[in-house]
């Protein structure tokens, strides 16, 4: 019993480390914990409370405390001493007996249905740049929608990814995370500083390893809606890459083409900067109750994926509705000096690209100058002030520079005013610590803070400890150490590499404490101004650049460049980019199994000579499979660069434009007029060449006028003949062909993607 005794003394005073209870295992018939009417905290959960928070626990009607099948209420936990602490406590079974059996395992012991632990459940992947964060409990709009608290560190040599947007559920418990590059391979994800709803004293902790695989899904249009009196919103199913203004058209009801302009009946140019979920088009010049098709073509994803159908298109419809001023929705402290406003509508940016004027388009009350405001998204800044954020403020926004996409600002006059409470940051920021090894393959220790931190003076830490090997212990004296970012850029401030050239004795066990050379000055601090405190790492030291001899080359993404052969669309180059003085492996850049190009059909690889760092593959593409002109998916895999030991992951993406290849074809021919013949074409043609055709009646040739054979003005699937002199009747009398010239030199007719009119026999004109 005394075991549990003192496990319940350090649960609730929080004035010693828990003491295990595991000897008592068999006598468990609840968990352990402290159990009230609303709540149930684990004895770990409990003892991170605040003690203001903890009393209110114990002291709560009914709170009880559960360690080894004893129960002891939290009244007598704060009143009694041992022995009375000991003689007070009931077995499980005697409680419930007591109390109609409401004493259950991880349940609140009243009507409440919250547990005092807060957890992330699980973290989904929704697609290449959103996660899906589910806590197990209702948590703070304000924490879980801070983007600081969720951070994606690369595992896998990936780009440097950040946390653009956290948006909160309507039920309180799901959080939809953005970020700004597509998520694939490992990450260290943490999410940290997220509370419970109502209780600030517990927030969640929550650090793992997690493994996203490549977004293959490809984007559709999901609807529209309109968001003003001139303006519609057209919605995507996820993010959306850049997408020139070329790529977006726009028809009518009637399906005539609706021109790019500001004119009456024009609709402005429109071009897309991803990641976006939604794209809006300004309708000030189309007639209210009026249809427009738009049309995407070449939409992709943020991880390459093309929308589906490509092309694709959606009918949006203006209505009236009455105009709108952009408001503020909402304001979060991110930082020290920093605090994030959401607006009600996407802006123009000029908020932040005013950069001149950033102390007047924003000013607190008290004051507290506007040093810089950088635009977070369309909808949402980040403002930095000069002096730590705390109290009350009022923050205020000129509103002449609160404008949407439309131009509509928030108001000619005044500012857009709201009350906040800042609250400031004297923590010290504190870490966790790895051996790892930096991107050049030496050993670093890899220090991941709670908060963003600034290296700040020369960056210099002092490190210093001992280490052990081959039973030795020596002295690591003061060694002064050049802190650097994880990402080499400084973008994610809460990963810190501590390198250890200077500490390279290869399996010795270091025991180190690493501080600050000079407290505030120079080393690592908060963006507050506090310096870190000693940190403790242990580690056994490993070898820098472990076999670098060894052939590990791999073909990534980055790496590869697809598009077309200019002349020739039935060929597609694959460029790779090598490391100088390698090759592909011949065997695996032939193998058209390897490749696949949507809505295409390869026929062939051939490979040729590597030049520096730069290697082609071109594929044959089978005639008349690629059946539109646009971008394709590609997939390639199973490549290797020769003698590497490592093979690429499969790599979907797409492709620069490519012509598509289906040869124009003559769907007939009659005649016209008395001198005309026409042909019809199974598509539009051009670049005809008068003299490609030969006329005859029966075995004789007819003569055609010097204009010979000429696209017709209004409809270019015709191309007219002109004979030198009108039909007779002897020469209606036999039968009239069109054969192709037997001079090459002067056949020639294409189609509008430069695909040529086959050799064709003789074909029968129809007479009327």
Do not use: C, W
């Amino acid at each position: 019993m005394k075991k549990g005794f003192k496990a319940v003394t350090a649960a609730a005073l929080a004035i010693s480390a828990l003491t295990p209870v595991a000897a008592f295992a068999a006598e468990n018939t609840v968990e352990n914990g402290v159990y009230t009417t609303t709540n149930f905290y684990s004895l770990d959960a409990f003892k991170k409370l605040s003690g203001s928070a903890k009393a209110a626990a114990l002291t709560s009607e009914g709170a009880v405390i559960v360690v080894a099948g004893k129960v002891y209420t939290g009244a007598n936990v704060l009143s009694l001493n041992d022995t009375q602490l000991d003689a007070s406590a009931v077995t499980v079974d005697a409680y419930n007996a007591a109390n109609d059996n409401k004493l259950v395992s991880g349940k609140p012991i009243g009507e409440g249905t919250e547990t005092g632990e807060l957890k992330v459940a699980s973290v989904n992947m929704i697609n290449a740049t959103q996660l899906e964060v589910k806590f197990n409990q209702k948590v703070d709009k304000a924490t879980a929608e801070t983007i600081a608290n969720y951070t994606f560190f690369a595992l896998d040599d990936q780009s440097a990814t950040s946390t653009t947007t956290a948006e909160l559920s309507t039920d309180g418990k799901t959080v939809t995370v953005t970020v700004d590059n597509a998520l694939s391979k490992r990450y260290q994800v943490k999410v940290n500083d997220v509370e419970l709803d109502g209780n600030s004293n517990i927030k969640v902790s929550y650090n793992e390893t997690l493994t996203f695989k490549a977004d293959t899904t490809a984007p559709t249009i999901t609807g529209f809606e309109q968001i003003s009196s001139s303006a519609v919103r057209v919605k995507f199913s996820e993010p959306v890459d850049d997408l020139a203004a070329t790529g977006i058209t726009y028809k009518d009801s009637k399906g005539a083409t609706i021109t790019k302009g500001s004119g009456t009946g024009q609709i402005p140019s429109v071009s897309i900067t991803g990641p976006v979920s939604y794209v809006d088009f300004d309708l000030t010049q189309i007639t209210a109750g009026e249809k427009v098709t738009i049309t995407f073509n070449g939409l992709v994803d943020m991880a390459g994926n093309l929308v589906n159908p490509q092309p694709a298109s959606v009918v949006v419809e203006k209505k009236n509705l009455d105009a709108f001023a952009p408001t503020i929705s909402s304001i979060s402290q991110t930082g020290a000096k920093t605090f994030n406003i959401k607006f009600s509508a996407d802006l123009d940016g000029e908020l932040a690209t005013d950069t001149a004027n950033v102390a007047t388009n924003i000013v607190l009350d008290p004051a507290n100058a506007v040093t810089a405001i950088d635009k977070v998204s369309d909808n949402e800044y980040k403002v930095t002030v000069t002096n730590n954020l705390s109290g009350l403020a009022t923050v205020k926004v000129l509103k002449t520079k609160v404008v949407n996409k439309l131009g509509q600002a928030a108001g000619a006059t005044g500012t857009l005013d709201k009350l906040v409470t800042f609250k400031e940051d004297e923590k010290t920021p504190t870490a966790t610590s790895k051996l790892t090894t930096d991107k050049s393959g030496n050993e670093v220790i890899e220090l991941t803070f709670d908060k963003d931190v600034t290296l700040v003076g020369s960056a210099q830490v002092t490190v210093s400890g001992s280490y052990v090997k081959n039973y030795l212990t020596t002295s690591v004296p003061n060694t002064d150490i050049t802190a650097v970012y994880a990402d080499g850029t400084g973008k994610n401030k809460k990963v810190v590499h501590i390198p250890l050239t200077a500490l390279n004795v290869e399996g010795a066990v270091y025991n180190l404490s690493i501080v600050n050379k000079a407290s505030n000055t120079n080393g690592i601090i908060s963006d507050a101004g506090v310096a870190i405190d000693t940190t403790k790492v242990s580690f056994t030291r490993g070898k820098d650049a472990s076999n670098p001899s060894a052939n590990t080359h791999v073909i990534t993404a980055d790496d590869i460049a697809i598009g077309p052969v200019i002349g020739n669309n039935n060929e597609v180059t694959v460029t790779y980019t090598i490391p100088n003085g390698t090759s592909l492996e011949g065997s695996t850049a032939t193998n058209i199994a390897n490749y696949t190009i949507a809505g295409a059909e390869i026929e062939s690889a051939s490979l040729a000579a590597a030049s520096g760092t730069t290697q082609v593959v071109t594929l044959k593409l089978k005639a008349n499979s690629n059946t539109f002109t646009g971008v394709r998916n590609a997939t390639i895999k199973n490549v290797k660069i020769a003698g590497s030991s490592k093979v690429m992951e499969t790599v979907t993406k797409a492709t620069a434009s490519l012509n598509e290849n289906v040869l124009p074809t003559i769907k007939s021919a009659e005649i016209t007029g008395a001198d005309e013949i026409t042909l019809t074409f199974s598509e539009s043609v051009t670049n005809v060449n008068s003299e490609s055709f030969i006329v005859k009646a029966g075995t004789s040739a007819l003569a055609q006028h010097s204009t010979g054979a000429v696209v017709s003005s209004s409809d270019d699937t015709k191309v007219t003949i002109t004979l030198n002199a009108s039909l007779s009747a002897a020469d209606l009398a036999e039968t009239i062909t069109v054969a192709p010239n037997t001079d090459a030199t002067k056949f020639s007719v294409e189609d509008l993607a430069a695909n040529k009119l086959a050799k064709f026999n003789p074909i029968t004109v129809v007479k009327p």
